[in-house]
């Protein structure tokens, strides 16, 4: 399976915005990128995905590299409910191991005042 | 939606006892996973359920684990005999739909286990 590179930890201060990347320089191209994070005493919960094109939605933004070698989970305005472990997580759609989603150790965010 | 509900939140037992996990995955979803997370190994996936069948279970530690879903409502996740190293955070997923590599998994809160 393509595996994933991300920091171990970043800081942001609150209001401001966060840039998360992740390496992924094996990437097939039949992989899609996912991201999830988790809150402290909580599950994972699903960001955002994609596949080639940069994508948006209520929480966060994708940034996808033309290569697709590299990726970059955009938070736009950090609050201090967004300190979290942020997994950024690929999956193959034909190879039928898309059910096994894969975490790494993932990016722990520290969002400050 | 009440989402992925898991029971116990929290157990403690002492090692050689039976432990039952719970999971009610979300209306409609027809797969279902069950991670376990620890500080040392992070998140691994245990097994997971198709339409009520077990596809993977090549994460169950041993024997000692078992993971059943009699119907499209329900999953158990049993540790028998349980012990120390089992202690752990157990999450409970679900998804809708084919494997895609697209859709999504919903967690649950999760079931802190502690054997003593």
């Known amino acids: 399976d393509a595996k994933t590179t991300q920091p171990n930890s970043m800081e942001s201060n609150e209001e401001e915005p966060v840039h998360l990347p992740c390496n992924h320089s094996?990437?097939?191209?039949?992989?899609?990128i996912h991201w999830y994070r988790q809150l402290p005493s909580q599950g994972p919960e699903y960001v955002i995905h994609?596949?080639?094109s940069n994508v948006n939605n209520r929480m966060a933004s994708l940034a996808i590299a033309e290569d697709r070698k590299s990726s970059t989970l955009i938070l736009h305005r950090a609050t201090l409910r967004d300190a979290a472990v942020y997994y950024c997580?690929?999956?193959?759609?034909?190879?039928?191991?898309?059910?096994?989603?894969?975490f790494g150790t993932g990016t722990r965010l520290q969002v400050t005042l | 939606d009440a989402g992925v509900i898991q029971s116990p939140r929290h157990e403690v037992t002492e090692m050689g006892q039976e432990v039952t996990l719970r999971c009610k995955p979300i209306?409609?979803?027809?797969?279902l996973f069950w991670y376990r997370q620890t500080m040392m190994r992070g998140l691994e996936l245990l097994i997971y359920?198709?339409?009520?069948?077990?596809?993977?279970d090549s994460g169950m530690p041993e024997d000692r684990f078992s993971a059943k879903m009699p119907n499209a409502s329900f999953s158990t996740l049993k540790i028998q005999p349980s012990e120390p190293r089992d202690s752990a955070v157990y999450f409970c997923?679900?998804?809708?739909?084919?494997?895609?590599?697209?859709?999504?998994?919903?967690f649950g809160a999760g079931s802190r286990l502690t054997v003593l």
């Open positions: 997923a679900s998804r809708k739909g084919v494997d895609t590599g697209a859709n999504v998994l919903t």
């Open positions: 094996t990437i097939s191209g039949t992989d899609y």
């Open positions: 994609g596949l080639t």
């Open positions: 997580i690929l999956r193959d759609s034909l190879t039928g191991t898309a059910s096994k989603l894969t």
């Open positions: 209306s409609g979803h027809n797969s």
């Open positions: 359920f198709n339409n009520n069948v077990p596809i993977d």
